[in-house]
């Protein structure tokens, strides 16, 4: 680990000094572009820093719930694509049991609580089931939190380079008389994508209250 990821690690008081330390070292050194970067890396938040200490303290554990994180991926585009809940439900237990070990550790080791717990929580498990993010995760670099968007790696069921939305005709240099409208040779296969996207939320949504009714 290079020195730049190293000051990640430091106390999260420590950072700004540290950083602004390393950036003049490489400055003097005659390193401008590597000095600029430098100083700009970001201050992590409260809980992005107890998400970096924990990969610096708990490797193992974060590459296993990494690896959670990918089995439940792949888990879920199964159940989408029609297969039955039982790995769904076996991936969502075994994420879900190596999150809680790594959320202990933060509340127990470094006395993480509250809302700081919560957001290390959210971060741990949404950046641990997207692919670049767990990058970051494990390397220990994160400097905010890591935001779930909408329906996340599930989209990766949609065929892709399809267009979802309707493109706009290109403007006429005689308005008259008015082009004769062309046929959209996409619009049947954006159709049936977007009316895969719908199957494949609805086969969601069941699964998840199948599980909460298992679970339950």
Known sequence: MGRAEDLYGLP???FTKARDEFAKELRQGGKKEAADEVKALRKPSVSAWTVNQLARRHPQEMRALVKA?????KAQRSAVGGGGPEALREATRTHRAALDELSSAARE???A???TLQRAAQTLR???VDKEASKAL??????????QSGFGSLLSVVPPGR???KARPKPQAKPKPPPKPKRDPNAAKRAQVEKQ???AKTRVSELEARLRELEG
């Open 109 to 111: 080791e470094l006395g």
């Open 12 to 14: 999260l008081d420590e």
């Open 197 to 199: 996207l719908e199957k």
């Open 113 to 115: 609580d509250g809302t």
């Open 138 to 147: 494990l390397a220990g670099t994160l400097t905010g939190d890591v935001e």
């Open 126 to 128: 949404n950046a641990s």
């Open 69 to 73: 994180g990918e089995g439940l991926r």
């Open 163 to 165: 267009a979802r939305t």
